[in-house]
């Protein structure tokens, strides 16, 4: 069963929309840890952010905000006013708390900001 | 400063051939990751080492898939008799501490291999 889904392939969007990728998980642990991660075509991974799972505020930082919900397992990433240097692929990743090594990861979401 | 560093880029092999892709961590990390992507795909798991101990190999594919890090440091993924299904792109990541939750994972570039 897929534990990180990203059901969103591709998302082509203007520059200076707002854009919202969503992330839904799977897991039976009451601590885990949930990832954004992007990917520019350069292919280097960079993390963006970490939420474990007894946190569930919202965070913002900058032109980015992450939701995450427990109640409906989703953990979704939205960016405000986005720029052509945001088109990357983005992906959730989710860490268990009896695998505290292995990240489980998402297709990812392509994402594509039109001038 | 210093991120983490593969080495080679690129990699083309003939279907049969031995390779070996290179990963330098940053400086003082405990672990170290490897993973491969498929074009279009998420990073699967490979195999991890905390320092030079190799904790888990449970993702490498066949036994044709073997890594080392001896000194903790610098890691080897050799991969032998190359298949054409080897094709993909090879990411090692390291982290300050133990496992992948406790910090977060810095990725190099990764070596993209592609078997003819």
């Known amino acids: 069963a897929q534990k990180v889904t990203q059901a969103q392939t591709e998302i082509s969007v203007v520059e200076k929309e707002d854009v919202t990728l969503d992330c839904v998980y799977e897991t039976r642990d009451t601590t885990y840890y949930l990832f954004w991660y992007k990917q520019p075509p350069s292919g280097e991974l960079v993390f963006l952010i970490r939420r474990n799972s007894f946190d569930e505020q919202n965070e913002i930082s900058g032109r980015y905000s992450w939701n995450f919900q427990k109640s409906t397992s989703s953990f979704n990433f939205t960016i405000t006013a986005s720029q052509v240097v945001d088109s990357a692929v983005y992906f959730c990743?989710?860490?268990?708390?009896?695998?505290?090594?292995?990240?489980?990861w998402g297709a990812g979401t392509k994402l594509i900001i039109k001038p | 400063g210093a991120g983490v560093s593969q080495s080679p880029r690129y990699k083309v092999a003939k279907r049969g051939q031995d390779v070996a892709l290179r990963c330098d961590p940053i400086?003082?990390?405990?672990?170290l990751f490897w993973y491969q992507q498929a074009l279009g795909q998420g990073p699967e798991f490979l195999t991890y080492?905390?320092?030079?101990?190799?904790?888990?190999k449970s993702g490498l594919p066949s036994d044709r898939f073997f890594a080392e890090r001896p000194e903790g440091s610098v890691s080897t993924l050799k991969i032998q008799r190359t298949q054409q299904e080897d094709s993909a792109v090879y990411l090692c990541a390291s982290s300050e501490r133990q496992g992948s939750y406790n910090s977060p994972l810095h990725f190099g570039n990764g070596t993209r291999l592609t078997v003819t």
């Open positions: 400086s003082g990390h405990v672990s």
């Open positions: 080492f905390q320092n030079e101990a190799q904790l888990d």
């Open positions: 990743a989710l860490s268990e708390e009896y695998s505290n090594y292995q990240l489980i």
